[in-house]
């Protein structure tokens, strides 16, 4: 399903969050310009967190806000994924305290890529399903 323009800049910004997701993972492949140590990968990812994510998150939930009620799926998939902020937030946070920091960054990766398809390929096309373009164009970022 192409996505809506509506929605089309948050999806663009899932691009680098599943590239970080990646590389915080176990036996992640090298990727050109970015950290292969352990603590310079959690540096990282604390920076992309602070410079990216974090405002992400906010601008996602600022769009859900304007999605209440419209539909009762997409009011359950919102309450998740403001937990699942929560959360993620949690962790990116902690990993600057782990003393397994290769396990921390791993289930933060595939918890933060799990996070990102939920988004892409359930939330974001019930969007499109269920929200007139009016409603779409309300929530354009």
């Known amino acids: 399903m192409k996505r809506d323009e509506a929605l089309a800049p948050l999806s663009r910004e899932h691009h680098d969050a599943l590239i970080l997701a990646r590389l915080l993972q176990k036996n992640a492949p090298a990727y050109k310009n970015l950290p292969i140590e352990t603590s310079e990968k959690a540096a990282y990812a604390l920076e992309m967190y602070n410079n990216n994510l ?54 933060l990766g595939f918890t933060l890529e799990k996070h990102i398809r939920k988004e892409e390929r359930i939330l974001f096309p019930l969007i499109q399903q269920h929200c007139s373009q009016e409603i779409l164009k309300t929530i354009v970022l």
């Open 54 to 107: 974090q405002d992400h998150f906010l601008k996602e939930e600022k769009m859900l806000d304007k999605l209440k009620n419209i539909h009762a799926e997409i009011d359950r998939l919102s309450a998740e994924i403001i937990t699942e902020h929560r959360m993620l937030t949690i962790s990116f946070m902690g990993l600057n305290k782990k003393e397994d920091l290769v396990e921390a960054m791993d289930t």
